[in-house]
DNA sequence: GCTTGACCCTGACGCAGCGTCAGGCCCCGA
DNA sequence: TCGGGGCCTGACGCTGCGTCAGGGTCAAGC
């Protein structure tokens, strides 16, 4: 006969364990002896370890009772699902093994050294810092879910900033963020500038999957979040002919 | 401008989350609007993305805030523990996929099979129920710790019944067993019979390590703490110069 | 016989990391 | 103006034990 204790010891648990294990009625209650102590007999260590084999493979306690009370075919098929998910744990544990060392090698995961490059041509041009935070925030937003887009489309960005009227463009937009919110006095002057730079460019850019938009669509929905006049801006765009805002279309009618 | 779903939504965690770890200061509250509603910058959904990618390494949230304000050594130096950790737990899981395997193949987990082939044999020669109940109950303890134990332990066990002598000595044990637990009358004589059979077989076995006596050191315990008869016995056997119970040896004196 | 230390007993509160009401305000589209 | 969804602040619930608190028990040594 064992005492609690030694059958702790052989199924590699806390004595708290086994107690824990009665109360809630996974272990069954053993015989006491005269004074009061639980005496147990080799089944309870068997019984004992195959619960912290289920347990141990991250079964809830509660499904590993129901487990033990189930017919064979239940049970076979309980198991096959255990298996299923420790085998996607494994994976989901690998993968976050990649995201810690991508933590460690910089902190790629805060801002790519491609953003920070085009933020510092953006000062450099003489866009103003809250012009510069907004760009950042955006970048920011869709790095996170997209980690790949901006490495692909900053050198894009960056040689845009060789043409003088796209320099000119974000000044503008500069001035008028600065300015007080509810002026939109500058917003035509704007909207004029980026049409045309839009019907030169021309739509070289359109056969792109739906899914590539998806970046886009945050960056609109951002800005017009950001800041009301970006609403504004939009209409005189579409009155225009152009729609969306960081990725413009020209209004199919 | 975010409000806190569009950020949980853009970190990939509920609100609910968010708010927690504003309450546990993981998280610093932002700025409200004029209706009460928390408004977040991109550098928040950053931040949080951070916490979740360490807190989904299992670091507990903790740690994790001791991460965020510690300088960069110290960080690399965390990052590093985190993935040893991950290494760890992805071998646990492995294993722990491979024990659960041995549970779905039947239940050699409960009883080998060579132990319900030994224990019928002894059914067979007359044992008694409570005789083959313990020692049933003694190698299931020697199988939980050491599971190839049984299977090369158990031949050599059967083969020993081929001698009537040893079928005898089970038949005194079993008689012996199911009598009044305070008589002691015939361990003499199993005492005898014990010696003989030991003098015969020799210290052929002597030599081993001292590694593989553990389970028969178990095996002792185990009969002493079941029976209080297996006290008077083994002083029995001192007396005729044997030690031990399950593997006899020589006293050395 | 008495102490000491290692066990055993029950009962109860504590902890992480949120989920999940409850009760109430706010915003937007129809 | 109404309904549905999203926001707010509490506050309790859940799992799987750890960890006292406040007691009894057992074996060994003096």
């Known amino acids: 006969m064992l005492t609690i204790g030694q059958l702790a010891a052989y199924a590699g648990v806390t004595v708290r364990t086994v107690r824990h294990y009665h109360q809630i009625g996974l272990l069954p209650e053993p015989e006491r002896d005269a004074s009061g102590y639980r005496t147990y007999t ?14 141990n493979a991250g079964v809830p306690l509660a499904r590993v009772r129901a487990m033990l009370d189930a017919d064979p075919a239940t049970f076979a098929e309980a198991i096959q699902r255990i298996d299923d998910h420790l085998r996607d744990e494994i994976e989901r544990l690998e993968t ?36 510069v935070a907004g760009e950042r925030d955006g970048w920011i937003l869709v790095g996170a879910r997209w980690p790949d887009y901006p490495r692909d489309w900053i050198p894009y960005k960056i040689a845009q900033l060789e043409d003088p009227r796209v320099v000119r463009l974000y000044r503008l937009l500069s001035d008028a963020l600065d300015g007080d919110p509810g002026d939109e006095s500058r917003l035509p002057e704007v909207a004029d500038l980026m049409v045309e730079l839009a019907e030169e460019s021309g739509e070289e850019e359109t056969g792109g999957q ?18 009301p006049r970006a609403v504004r801006l939009m209409e005189l765009m579409r009155e225009r002919g152009w729609a969306r805002w960081t990725k413009l279309e020209r209004v199919r009618e």
């Open 210 to 227: 739906a899914e590539d938009d998806l970046p886009f669509d945050l960056m609109d929905a951002f800005a017009i979040e950001s800041d």
């Open 96 to 131: 976050s093994r990649k995201q810690i060392g991508r933590l460690a090698a910089g902190d790629s995961l805060v801002l790519p050294p491609e953003v920070v490059a085009y933020l510092d041509r953006l000062r450099a041009i003489g866009a103003s810092e809250r012009m």
């Open 42 to 55: 080799a089944t309870a260590v068997v019984a004992l370890i195959k619960i912290r084999t289920i347990a």
